[in-house]
């Protein structure tokens, strides 16, 4: 017995142990990915106007459940507000960027011609001017070309960091229409997962509230990007959204691109099931080498997330288009912002993957249409110098383009 007893008291030495190396790392992996670049918040927003030849500027209307934040130049924090505030901001990007990349400034308000700079920045009072503002934006666009695009954020994201990454995919995909960030109130820090998780679930009702407002703008189609934990927002609202505001935003939305989704595999599947039937395909992009989702798998009990989930072909098979960017070398230190490498991409890419070839899945012929389709993009992307290794998977076609 005092064997036995000595045993026993030993494993829980050993689990503790464990655990606590296994805390340990975390903390070491934590410090080290904060590590990796600086966190602009307090002031990043401070303007800068002088004109410069060769730079884009892009105009985007702001969504968010954050707190305003009175100190200058920064609008809104990491905190969670009652009620829905509204904003908007141009954001120039410089005429020597690189696709893929956020050239922040080493001190503010940065210059135009190297750096990310902010042009304007002001709040919006309330929905109905918010409301007023796209439609105006809209009608400003040819009328079969009046497209929304909705970002919504991960965790671990400050204000500033998402809206000049929404300005860099904007930049980057060429996108004409009307953007508009869905920004929640991430406090921007790795220890505050469960904080950002809760805020997350605060904002269901925000967003599904700003989809409805979206669809009944005077858009010709909506697109959704998410990134991250975005992802679990964006799928737990479509999952509580009452059934005609499902309905209303299905019939507006064309493309949904769900980038690297932090979310467990099983409560995907439920959360699929849930939804029901989807009109059309959805985008996954996944990278099992996402350092930031090995992280959350280790927080979650060691359960696949979806964008590092190993098995693309049954990912497919719940619907999925699946774009897997696992051997695409990353910007960033982590694997996890890949998603904004596509972005200058995106023109040939939807194209491919558009309506025409996934549009309905009575249409026998997707699979040989997908394939003459995705050919042709590979060969558009090789004639512009740009060879990536990415691989499409849509149930029953893979479609490999450089390095597979």
């Known amino acids: 017995m005092a064997g036995i007893a000595h045993m026993s008291v030993s494993g829980n030495s050993v689990r503790r142990e464990a655990t606590g190396l296994r805390a340990a790392t975390l903390l070491i992996v934590f410090a080290i990915l904060s590590a990796c670049s600086g966190r602009p918040e307090v002031g990043a927003l401070a303007l800068n106007e002088d004109p410069v030849v060769g730079a884009r500027v892009n105009d985007i209307l702001i969504v968010t459940t954050r707190q305003r934040d009175d100190r200058p130049d920064t609008y809104f924090s990491g905190e969670r507000s009652a009620a829905v505030n509204y904003a908007e901001a141009s954001i120039s990007v410089p005429p020597s960027h690189k696709p893929g990349q956020i050239e922040w400034p080493e001190s503010l308000p940065g210059n135009p011609k190297t750096d990310f700079v902010a042009r304007k920045a002001d709040y919006i009072a309330d929905k109905a001017a918010f409301r007023r503002s796209v439609n105006a934006r809209l009608a400003s666009l040819p009328r079969g070309e009046r497209d929304i695009m909705l970002f919504i954020h991960g965790y671990n994201t400050r204000f500033p960091e998402g809206l000049y990454r929404f300005a860099q995919i904007v930049n980057d995909s060429q996108f004409q229409g009307v953007p508009v960030l869905f920004t929640w109130a991430s406090r921007g820090k790795l220890q505050d997962y469960v904080y ?18 979206l669809a009944k703008t005077n858009a010709d189609n909506i697109t959704i990007l998410a990134h991250s934990m975005g992802n679990w927002l964006l799928m737990e609202t479509a999952v509580q959204a009452r059934p005609e505001n499902r309905r209303l935003v299905a019939k507006h939305v064309n493309d949904i691109v769900l980038a690297a989704p932090d979310i467990d595999i099983d409560l995907f599947k439920t959360q699929l099931k849930r939804i029901g039937p989807m009109p059309r395909p959805f985008t996954v992009i996944v990278s099992r080498d996402d350092k930031a989702l090995r992280i959350s798998r280790t927080i979650a009990g060691g359960k696949e997330r979806v964008g590092a989930f190993s098995n693309d072909q049954e990912l497919a098979e719940l619907g ?7 051997e695409l070398e990353s ?26 070839a996934l549009g309905s899945g009575a249409d026998h012929n997707r699979g040989a249409n997908l394939g003459d389709d995705l ?4 060969g558009t992307t090789a004639q512009a110098a740009v060879t990536l290794p990415i691989k499409v998977i849509t149930a029953p076609f893979t479609y490999a383009s450089g390095g597979y």
């Not at 050919?375 to 590979?378: A, E, I, L, M, Y």
């Open 331 to 356: 910007l960033d230190s982590t694997n996890h912002s890949k998603f904004a490498q596509l972005a200058q991409l995106q023109p040939d890419l939807r194209k491919a993957l558009g309506s025409s």
């Open 320 to 326: 999925a288009v699946v774009i897997d960017v696992t």
């Open 375 to 378: 050919g042709s993009f590979v």
């Open 196 to 213: 950002d998780l809760n805020s997350a679930a605060i904002a269901r009702g925000a967003l599904e509230e700003t989809l409805v407002e």
